[in-house]
């Protein structure tokens, strides 16, 4: 057994030394063989739940020096042991608890980090101290308003120092802060996530907000983001909170949030499929985070949604932004085996489907799979035996050749549905003269258990997408994001074992409902944009087989509030039209130029100012980015590709 520190507050008092005698033989406070007066405290506070059973850790009074004690060495041990009784009996004394192994294997628990705070006039020996996470504008960034909206949509929150993120710890209640010292207590709570983004808690729909009262305050102990309650305060909070009303999504004291897609109830209802996505996705986070692969976790679950309900998602970005170890870190989120996942190199030479299937070998007889090994397994796949099974397959920088050379039959099978989507090897008749004709037969159907992705470089060695390619799949950019994330730690929570996702399980985490859902402003929105574009040319627009796409993909957000469906209307007109959007100033500048010629700091293109009369829909902030990209290039170099 090693030494451990826990990077945990918490709070201790200098026990009652009757009591610690008749228990341990000896005096709680005590000059060791050092010639240091040492003490010993007994935890007050609730422990996490897989803390060791222990209740006394031993201190040493030189940690007391910064706190206001000194030690005088040249005084009799009574009066020195009297002295620092003197000191403690009135304070709490917070610490980080650390197990030290002591000669002959024993080991012993040591507080750490101390700090000390005057008791409260109305502690009691037997107070039980609860802390409660507390959230504030100084703290966390937030206006009261954002906080609640926030906490409602299942947001992540952010991080409070030194206290257990475990999913076994979860605080009863929260707390806001206002800017007025006002504290609200949000609760009650049985479970929660925690990840890069700090904390977030699943039963928002059902969140009570009460006032902390000031006579609680007064009887707490608030250190750094946490207060410390007594455990009979927590029993008045819930008391309250059983005849308080469901929090309707703002305080009365709060200026109104910004309206939130959410339901008549007040949040949107929260399945046991919810909950299986919920840790798939906060599995995604941590794996992400403990590789050292630094995302924006909406990238993460822009990048979920789409692979739910796209046929092919393209990871886009520059060299070097992570986009295959991405792909990899999903694949052991869903807990697939190696052999499930093929990661196929493309080829510059590649100019047909046989290179990436293989052909009909006439000449002696077989067929002869490409070297990509890509049909064995999509056999595999097929095997009644293996369709709960989720396979992967990754076309790694998939425009290094003509995707609609190579991938010319993927491109109309993967839009198809369910027995349909069959990929012929060779033409039925040849089968009677091939030798593993059993084993490679003419067709194979790829099920729903087989996902697709694939990752491009856009540089000058590379293809640029055509249209068909395009209206087929979800093209997703990976941002760079700031160099400073590079020196972060690389985390490890989350990654205990767990259950690989089957495939069953990957299609109860989908919406496929039938039922359009686009609401009548976003039909309007995207029927006005189709025909502005068809203005500019009748090559471009947006068709119905897009449109049916974009909403199954709004209705597959997950429910955490992450992602947010003004967030994702943005991101799929970035992904599934502007990708589409290319040609000469002379056919796009009318609608996508500056308004005034080489001008791009003063003037806004007139996209952006037909965009402006969609704001109730979103801020369209990548929409906007990309926009003022092609208004760049089209200013430049006098085309946008």
Not at 57 to 81: C, M, P, Q
Not at 190 to 213: C, L, S
Not at 558 to 579: C, F, I, M, S
Request: charge should be negative.
């Amino acid at each position: 057994m090693n030494n451990k520190l826990w990077p945990i507050d918490m709070v201790g008092v200098l026990p009652d030394d009757h009591r610690f005698q008749e228990k341990f033989g000896k005096h709680s406070v005590f000059r060791n063989h050092m010639n240091v007066i040492q003490f010993n405290l007994k935890m007050i506070s609730r422990p996490p739940n897989q803390f060791p059973n222990v209740e006394y850790f031993t201190g040493f009074s030189h940690d007391l020096e910064k706190w206001g004690f000194e030690d005088n060495v040249y005084l009799k041990d009574e009066a020195r042991i009297a002295r620092l009784r003197s000191f403690l009996d009135d304070m709490l004394v917070v610490f980080q608890p650390e197990r030290r192994l002591v000669q002959e294997n024993k080991t012993v628990f040591v507080a750490q980090n101390i700090r000390v705070i005057p008791k409260s006039e109305d502690y009691r020996t037997e107070d039980v101290l609860v802390g409660l996470p507390v959230f504030s504008r100084a703290a966390h960034g937030y206006e009261t308003d954002e906080f609640f909206e926030r906490l409602k949509n299942r947001k992540y929150l952010g991080h409070i120092d030194f206290i257990s993120n475990e999913p076994e710890d979860t605080p009863p209640y929260i707390l806001w802060k206002d800017e007025n010292d006002n504290f609200y207590a949000c609760g009650r709570f049985e479970h929660h996530h925690h990840a890069y983004g700090g904390f977030k808690f699943i039963e928002a729909g059902r969140t009570k907000v009460i006032p902390f009262e000031e006579e609680w305050v007064f009887k707490s102990y608030q250190i750094g983001n946490l207060l410390y309650v007594p455990l009979k305060i927590i029993e008045a909070i819930d008391k309250k909170n059983a005849e308080h009303p469901a929090f309707s999504g703002r305080l009365a004291t709060a200026p109104p949030p910004a309206p939130a897609r959410v339901s008549e109830e007040g949040a949107f209802p929260w399945t046991e499929d919810d909950e299986l996505e919920q840790a798939f996705l906060d599995r995604l986070v941590a794996l992400t985070c403990a590789q050292g692969l630094f995302y924006e976790e909406k990238d993460l679950y822009n990048f979920h949604t789409a692979m739910k309900v796209s046929g092919l998602v393209i990871l886009s970005g520059m060299s070097g932004t992570g986009k295959s170890r991405l792909v990899h870190a999903y694949a052991k989120a869903l807990g697939l085996e190696p052999d499930r996942l093929a990661f196929i190199p493309v080829r510059p030479s590649w100019t047909d489907d046989a290179d990436l299937l293989g052909y009909p070998d006439t000449l002696h007889g077989v067929y002869r799979p490409g070297d990509a090994d890509l049909v064995n397994l999509l056999l595999e796949a097929e095997k009644e035996e293996n369709r709960n099974k989720l396979f992967m397959v990754c076309f790694d920088e998939m425009n290094l050749a003509r995707v609609e050379h190579y991938f010319s039959q993927f491109l109309s099978v993967l839009e198809m549905d369910g027995p349909n989507r069959v990929l012929r090897l060779y033409n039925d008749e040849l089968a009677g003269t091939l030798k593993n004709a059993a084993h490679y037969k003419p067709t194979v159907t790829i099920g729903d258990n087989v996902l697709f992705v694939g990752t491009v470089n856009i540089d000058e060695s590379t293809f640029h997408f055509s249209d068909k390619v395009l209206d087929r799949a979800n093209v997703i950019e990976l941002k760079v994001l700031p160099y400073s994330v590079l020196k972060k730690e690389p985390g490890t929570r989350g990654l205990e074992s767990w259950e690989a996702v089957d495939a069953a399980a990957y299609e109860r985490m989908k919406n496929q409902s039938a039922a359009f859902e686009l609401t009548e402003a976003e039909i309007d929105f995207f029927w006005s944009l189709h025909q502005e574009l068809q203005n500019l040319s009748t090559k471009l627009g947006i068709g119905p087989r897009v449109i049916r796409q974009i909403d199954a993909y709004l209705k597959n957000i997950p429910k955490n509030g992450v992602l947010t469906r003004a967030e994702a209307l943005d991101l799929q007109v970035v992904q599934r039209v502007l990708t589409k959007v290319r040609g000469t100033d002379e056919m796009l500048g009318r609608f996508f130029g500056p308004k005034k010629n080489g001008v791009l700091t003063e003037a806004v293109s007139r996209f952006i100012e037909w965009l402006d009369q969609f704001k109730a829909l979103s801020d369209f902030k990548e929409t906007r980015r990309v926009a003022l990209q092609k208004m760049k290039e089209l200013n430049d170099n006098g085309f946008t590709l």
